[in-house]
């Protein structure tokens, strides 16, 4: 009885929205029954606006916020990500009788010049001819099978790629598209080997440059990478990066080009494999620490890392041994790290019962979270030892990340930081804002409805508002 009584007092509230958020609503045609508000001055018992903030939805990209929370608390802001090669024989005057294997778990930003720099650092400690396979060993995150088009029917879009326990470079080919006089040259990153460029992308004079990557695109067929469409010289030189291989032939195929640019060898084949109980352990690449990666998550929306913070929640830590064997932790699912993240909001006092997790990222139709249980989380980050890690991993308003060019040139430009979210039928908005007298507030926004697209301005309405507090 107490929480249906608190849940009709909390809606009933909706009069207290500032004039011009109710403008911009009704101007977008969205009801307030689709959307979830609460603004609450931070350390505040309670809230000073709150529109159906119990009502579980889908909060898009600002689930981000409770997966990079989570991850900072649970793992350390200091936690880092083991990628490892081991030696599968015997290393003898620089050539390797056996097999090398890379063992991965789940290193998010495992960049291209990253993987250089360590292939560079095998050859250093006296690797140079691999006479045997290269074999990928991914068993620290679950094997299931995983469509990239299912969310949005779009599989070779970066956003779509699925996480892997040996995940390199984002699994994305940059696609750089330079327009001159008579043609328009397609330059490709990184370099794959096996993989060659076909452009049959047209120079044309006029074009939609908004969406210009909807004319032009990328297939593989077979060995060739075929880039084909109208671009408009107009539109000068665009970049977009795509999905276009799995996981296991995407890394042999830049391990072999790294590799031979090198001057290393490798005779054998690619394939999949776990660490034999007789290999010993060669070299370590560490990554750069969790507080810095959650601002890419945070600041760049970026999905993959999201989906790989979930998972690294559950996977199992690399062994302090010299030689291989079988992991004894069962591999990362996200159905365990979803229980992880319960158990851990439990611990902290804090109950979300509408909390419906997925893969961590907000890129999902089923993920649920409220209004009052995402300030919440806000409320306990501020109140949190690990509280200036996380508010700088978001995006500051008018001037960095996916909140870079909104309101540029209003009051609350440099003194917000939120983090937004957008879905077909989706807007999302959660952060910090600090108004001008100082004082520091949560606010939660989340719009649920067929015409969220246009609710932007209702946003913006209600950040500038609290700003002039």
């Known amino acids: 009885m107490l929480f249906i009584i608190l849940c009709v007092a909390i809606t009933a509230r909706a009069d207290t929205l500032p004039s011009t958020v109710r403008d911009a609503l009704q101007q977008a045609h969205i009801p307030l029954s689709g959307v979830g508000i609460e603004v609450r001055e931070v350390n505040a018992r309670k809230s000073l606006i709150s529109v159906n903030v119990t009502q579980p939805m889908n909060p898009a990209s600002t689930m981000k916020l409770l997966t990079t929370y989570a991850g900072l ?211 370590t690449h560490t990554s750069q620490p969790l507080s810095e990666l959650i601002r890419d998550i945070n600041k760049f929306s970026n999905n993959v890392m999201a989906r790989q913070l979930f998972l690294s929640l559950s996977a199992p830590t690399p062994s302090s041994g010299e030689t291989g064997g079988e992991t004894v932790m069962p591999p990362a699912s996200p159905l365990r790290s979803a229980q992880i993240v319960h158990e851990w909001l439990e611990q902290k006092q804090l109950d979300f019962p509408e909390l419906v997790l997925e893969n961590g990222a907000g890129l999902s139709r089923k993920e649920r979270i409220s209004a009052h249980s995402m300030t919440l989380l806000l409320q306990a980050a501020q109140d949190g030892p690990l509280q200036a890690e996380f508010e700088a991993s978001l995006p500051i308003v008018g001037v960095d990340g996916s909140m870079k060019k909104r309101l540029k040139q209003s009051a609350a430009a440099n003194h917000a930081h939120l983090k937004s979210g957008t879905l077909e039928g989706v807007k999302t908005v959660a952060g910090y804002v600090q108004s001008r007298s100082g004082k520091q507030w949560t606010i939660v926004f989340f719009i649920n409805h067929p015409d969220a697209k246009h609710g932007q301005a209702a946003q913006d309405a209600l950040i500038e508002w609290v700003q002039q507090r």
């Not at 081991?86 to 991965?104: I, P, R, S």
């Open 73 to 283: 608390d649970i793992l350390g802001p200091s936690y880092n990500w083991k990628t490892e090669a081991w030696l599968a024989g015997k290393l003898e005057n620089g050539t390797l009788y056996g097999d090398l294997v890379l063992k991965g778990y789940g290193d998010p930003k495992f960049t291209v010049e990253q993987l250089w720099l360590w292939l560079r650092e095998l050859r250093g400690r006296g690797l140079r001819e691999i006479r045997g396979d290269l074999v990928l060993d991914r068993s620290a995150f679950e094997s299931e099978p995983f469509d990239p088009g299912a969310f949005d029917n779009d599989p070779t879009r970066a956003y779509n790629v699925n996480p892997d326990a040996l995940l390199l470079n984002f699994n994305a080919i940059r696609l750089h598209l330079i327009p001159d006089d008579e043609k328009v040259v397609v330059l490709t990153e990184p370099e794959l080997a096996g993989i060659t460029l076909e452009n049959h992308v047209t120079r044309v004079t006029q074009g939609d440059c908004e969406n210009w990557n909807d004319a032009v695109g990328a297939q593989l067929s077979g060995t060739r990478l075929l880039v084909q469409g109208p671009f408009s010289a107009a539109c000068g030189e665009r970049t977009e990066y795509v999905n276009l291989l799995p996981h296991p032939e995407y890394v042999s195929a830049l391990f072999r080009a790294l590799w031979q640019e090198l001057g290393g060898t490798l005779s054998g084949t690619s394939r999949g494999g776990t660490v034999p109980a007789s290999a010993t352990l060669f070299a």
